[in-house]
């Protein structure tokens, strides 16, 4: 109920507060007093306005008890002074992209800055925190604190970067969303309900990033990749809980909403002219969910995109995936002969799907024993429990 | 304003240019433009290069007994070589001093606050 209202709660008070974890303790606050008082009173005009209110009188009152915040408080008094309407308080789009920015900074642990983000902005508990990234509880509290910890004592700014600063900064953030929902999809097999609530708050994140930042082409491409993937999450598991590939997907299950308004994102953010991988990428997505069938994919143009992805983030993966386009457009073996230049590369013969794709191009070739050892090495890498399950059955079903 | 030191960290094999040297000039030059520039923007308090780790004597008091070994403190890859200290607004305005340092281009700069401290006569009364 309150969680619309959290990421503005919480930059409201940090901005008159000016400590995340005093602002986030006082939101907290507020919010079980909400939950004592409205069913009660009455619903307030409005809610966001009590909250912010009532949050930041909480953290004024956990000042005072605190004497080792002593010149912090004589600061928040001093603005307590200025005339303001009662139960007026909103909280600016500076402060919310400050939060945001705040939470992404490159000098956080990576980790830390997904859990961070998705506590303080999203307003997730630590329990569903910990839940989604299956460690312990205690271990991902304590994740946060020291994050915490780590933004008061280095002085990072409660701001928005400046000009020379953002487009560094922005990647940072885009880059938290972006995992915050790859977590979500790529192992939607395990807890998958907790899974899904991932996946929606990334699209959340990026869907309150692009009405922030509407002339960013990057968040519009990285909201049009993320909606025009989940769009197929439906038709990514069979009933069974086992994987369905792209191909095999039955597409009247795709989400056709989502996908129209990925698809205009991506014509809108391309029209900016200032191309970046997010927009590749959602580019990418978009030759697929335009395709009626798996057949009438437009694999040429993938592969020209994957090719234009490199240019971006020169990754074995991405050169994968190209390879599996060439394959796709110009037959198996022009395919293989790109897998097999890139296969030398450590941290690629430990993916499962290189392996996965070399399996499915010598398997077209016919090259059934060198299939099967491909099929073989994927699975001795432990995927994910469906993919595990897809492979079985695609050894067994030669 | 947060005070902000620089740890200035070089490779363990990295010599330092002979003084009437090119090498040594334009080492020179760059550290001048580079602090000249903090000086300038009023944000550097001090900055001196250190004697190499061999010339660092390290101390501890056990008991009230003094002890004294050769050498510096920790044994790390990198040589701590230098310092400097500025003061900031915030980490992103010390972020880009540091990246300044011709320091940050061949060996590594950690950036460290400094706690404030203050002094019992500084305390507000009451």
Known sequence: MFRAHWWAAVAAVTRQVGDLELAEDAVQDACAAALAQWPAEGWPSSPRGWLIGTARHKALDRLRRDRRRMDKEAEAMREDAAPHAPGGWTAGTDDELALIFTCCHPALDPAARVALT???????????IAAAFLVPEPTMAQRLVRAKRKIRQAGIAFRVPGPGDLPARLAAVLRVVYLVFTEGH?????GALI???LCDQAIRLARALAALLPSEP????????????????DARLSPDGDLVLLADQDRGRWDRAMIDEGEALVERALRGNRPGPYQVQAAIAACHSGAATAADTDWREIALLYGELLRYEPSPMAEANRAVAVAMSEGPAAGLVILDTIGGDARLARWPQLHIARAELLRRLGRRTEAIAAYEAAIALEPPAPERAYLARRMREW | MVKYLFLLYGRPDEQLPEPGTEAFDRMRAEWGAATGAM??????????????????????????ETLLTDGPAAEIKEHFGGYTLVECADLDEALRWAATLPAAEVGKVEVRPVVQVVAPAEQPAG
């Open chain 1, 186 to 190: 790529l192992t939607a097999g395990g």
């Open chain 1, 218 to 233: 990057e968040v519009l491409g990285l909201l049009a990749l993320l909606l025009l993937t989940d769009a197929r999450r």
């Open chain 1, 195 to 197: 899974r899904g609530e």
């Open chain 2, 39 to 64: 000086a300038q923007a009023g944000v550097l308090i001090d900055c001196a290069p250190l004697q190499p780790p061999a010339a660092a004597t390290t101390l501890s008091v056990r008991n009230g």
């Open chain 1, 118 to 128: 998705l506590r303080s902005v999203c307003g997730l508990t630590t329990a569903e």
